[in-house]
């Protein structure tokens, strides 16, 4: 990627309006409710930028550090790439924010091994209205996503949970079969259980990867997944 005269002026701006909103924010920082603020670094797929942008962003007073841009998220081989330069560069008692991240289970693996603690991701729940629902390595016919489409014909019958392993309301309540009916038929319930299921299942895949954590097993946990 050719390092442009406005890919740079685009970084100065980031920096410069970074130095605003910290000085603004202490001005308006009241004690009855803390406002967290967070630094985002910037730089596109260069390493020089991106490098500059993660010095010059930690060394402000931020309470968090993001780590933005387009590929972020949409491009995991060029987000660990990125993660790879910035990260050690990126004080470590503050919270590590990848924004983008949390499309497949597995590229939450791939962050949280850069040490990144905060993800935000629109796609679980837009492919849960698409009826992609995500399940555990021991589903094994799901794809390399970790999804499973439950419009197939093959859940036409099929009574099991979407993931047995599950303990979200939907899983405890309802079958394929009837989610499959549900999307097939187009009513509106079948896009509320599919995306209670995708929230519910990150949210534990995310305990389960604090936990292993905890005990040393993250390697462990991520070798069951990828
Ligand atoms: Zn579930």
Redo the contacts with the bound molecule.
Sequence with gaps: MMLTKSTREALDRTHAWAKRSVKQHKKTERNDYKQFLFGIVQGAQHKVLREESARTISAMDFDGIAIGGESIGYNMEATKEILSWVMPLIPEDKPHYTMGVGYSPTDFFDVVEHGVDMFDCVAPTRIARNGALYVSPEVKEHDKKYTITITRAEYREDKN???PS?T?H??KNYSRAYIHHLFRAGEMLGYRLATI?NV??LLQLMRDMRNAIKEDKFLEMKKKWM
Excluded: K, L, Q
């Design positions: 949970p979407i993931d599950c979200c939907t899983c299921h519910h299942f």
